[in-house]
């Protein structure tokens, strides 16, 4: 009988999340251009950006649900199916019907792939890795911020070279292929839960945890401060800075060498003492994004970068560690009900990001025409200005956020150091 191999499948796992990051940087540099050429306004731009968040959990949540029964494998097959799916109707999108549709359904495709991976993976890698789980789904989630600044730099070079936003999608194929035939060929572990002998009723009632609850609610505000910023970086800020994308680079580099380094800062600061940290970096870090320009702006890119690294692993680490009872569907419904909350107020974010642009135009004026191509140059002037100051106010917004999260932290190291003196 064939053996687990350990490091062939953590490698695969990483290349799977590194097509899910590549689809976030990448669409977080096209997303304007597909405004534009489209004629979408930010509102259905955020439709369709909200739609792989929703799509995330909608399938993170299913697939916790099944990867006990079905097993990790029959889920990553899956998700290499939609991922080469959402990938090619994205490319031909605009050729067959309504481009917003075409728009929507591929970009949900990719969310669904997405979600499948996180939901097959997380618990993967904590099988794989039992005694050092925090550290290890760090390294595994290091590939996402990595794919993100591949994703950037893969817009900002194709585009000095002139070369169009369907070839860059097309960049996403090759990996896809790889960690299909990759996970193809592997024998896969039972999860950690069923290998523990944890029934599934015991799981289901360790959902219920005071502490677990907490953490669901503490999920929603990581990913919307990490994944709402971090997508829609280039549109707030494209008016600010002519090299917008590059922020959304220097954010991403950053949290892939802090998540290389996860392990002697979990260990020193505790799983609790790093979200604290981080959401005071986090705060921080909006706060110089949304009232800089200028290299500051990168400055801010930077702190930002550094508070959100280990948000989203080390949530999901914690839950594995002191909750180890919640098994796949406690981590799987983590990120899920994280990727919901960032889908919501994306769409939500959307359209209050419309009404700010208005109120720095003209009065009267009609935001469909100003982004049209029917636009006058006077207008096309008037609309960047608004965007230019539309977009910081966004990000002062989100900003309520981690510092709501820093209260939030600061209680529960509190709590998690005196439950080891007892």
Wanted: charged residues 10%; positive net charge; hydrophobic residues 55%.
């Amino acid at each position: 009988m064939q053996a687990v191999n350990r490091n062939q499948l953590f490698v695969a796992s990483c290349l799977a999340l590194l097509v899910t990051s590549l689809s976030f940087g990448i669409r977080a540099g096209i997303l304007n251009r597909l405004g534009v050429q489209f004629g979408l306004d930010k509102a259905e731009l955020g439709t369709i950006a909200a739609t792989a968040f929703w799509g995330f959990p909608l399938a993170v949540v299913i697939g916790g649900m099944v990867v006990d029964s079905i097993g990790m494998k029959r889920l990553l097959m899956l998700a290499f199916v939609f991922h080469i799916a959402g990938i090619l109707l994205t490319i031909f999108a605009g050729e067959f019907g309504d481009p917003f549709w075409s728009l929507f359904i591929s970009t949900l495709c990719i969310g669904i792939a997405n979600g499948t991976v996180e939901a097959a993976c997380n618990p993967l890698v904590a099988t794989l890795y039992p005694n050092d789980k925090t550290t290890k789904l760090n390294h595994f989630h290091l590939w996402f911020p990595g794919g993100i600044v591949l994703g950037t730099l893969i817009v900002y070079f194709f585009d000095k070279a002139a070369i169009g936003w369907q070839m860059q999608v097309a960049m996403m194929i090759l990996p896809a292929i790889i960690y299909g035939l990759l996970f193809v060929k592997q024998k896969f572990p039972v999860t950690e839960r069923v290998a523990s002998g944890v029934s599934t009723g015991e799981m289901y009632k360790s959902l219920l945890n005071p502490l677990f609850l907490f953490m669901i609610i503490c999920m929603l505000g990581t990913a919307i401060t990490e994944l709402f910023t971090g997508q829609w970086i280039e549109v707030l800020l494209k008016n600010v800075s002519k090299d917008s994308i590059l922020i959304l680079t220097v954010t991403t580099g950053v949290m892939v060498v802090g998540r290389a380094l996860a392990g002697p800062v979990v260990h020193k600061l505790s799983p609790a003492g790093v979200l604290l940290g981080s959401a005071i970096f986090s705060a921080l870090g909006l706060y110089l994004l949304g009232n800089t320009s200028g290299n500051m702006l990168f400055a801010g890119a930077l702190i930002f970068g550094i508070g959100v690294c280990y948000f989203w692993p080390t949530m999901l680490g914690f839950v594995s560690e002191n909750l180890p009872r919640t098994g796949a569907v406690g981590i799987n419904l983590m990120g899920g009900a994280g990727m919901f909350a960032v889908s919501l107020y994306m769409m939500f974010m959307g359209g209050v990001y419309d009404n700010k642009i208005v109120k720095h135009l003209p009065a009267g004026a009609d935001l469909k025409l100003y982004n049209s191509g029917e636009a006058s140059a006077e207008m096309k002037t008037a609309l960047g200005e608004a965007n230019k100051a539309a977009g910081p106010e966004i990000i002062n917004t989100t900003l309520i956020i981690p510092i709501v999260l820093i209260v939030a932290f600061a209680g529960l190291f509190i709590y998690m150091r005196n439950k080891k003196k007892r």
